[in-house]
């Protein structure tokens, strides 16, 4: 990581989470996984608002996008994504990442059903580290 002061993003584990790290942003497997791939996309650089982001961060943003949105296709069948920017509680720019998907995957010995729902952050266990680390290690 090439983050001075990850403190204020520890929640997320960016050290042990982290899938891709861009100039500005860094891609995180969500410990909640409401539909198989999900991630958080960390600004690297604390602030409060969207609006306080540099131009240079904004740019760089539609090539993480990209880059994620390709490897959900190739890696799970994704068909379309939902994204979410809420702040409620962790008061710093970051997007949650949802892949949604027409049909049952079977990976990880589980079986991933898109319920086709609005992602609920409440409702969904957070996974063991060791099956985590095999969702990580197969988007890397």
């Not at 650089?45 to 131009?55: A, C, F, I, K, Q």
Request: net charge neutral; with cysteine; glycine share 2%.
């Amino acid at each position: 990581m090439k983050v001075e002061n990850l403190e204020f993003m520890k929640k997320f584990r960016p050290e042990e989470l982290c899938i891709k790290e861009f100039k500005y942003w860094i891609v995180c497997i969500r410990q909640k996984q409401t539909t198989l791939g999900d991630v958080v996309i960390l600004l690297k650089r604390e602030t409060e608002n969207v609006s306080g982001m540099l131009p240079e961060e904004g740019a760089e943003f539609p090539e993480v996008i990209k880059w994620y949105e390709e490897l959900c296709r190739e890696k799970f069948g994704a068909i379309k994504f939902n994204y979410m920017i809420m702040m409620m509680k962790d008061p710093f720019v970051h997007y949650h990442a949802f892949p949604r998907y027409d049909k049952v995957i079977n990976l990880f010995d589980m079986e991933w059903k898109d319920n086709n729902t609005l992602s609920n952050f409440a409702s969904t266990e957070v996974l063991n580290d060791k099956l985590l680390f095999k969702i990580r290690d197969y988007m890397k």
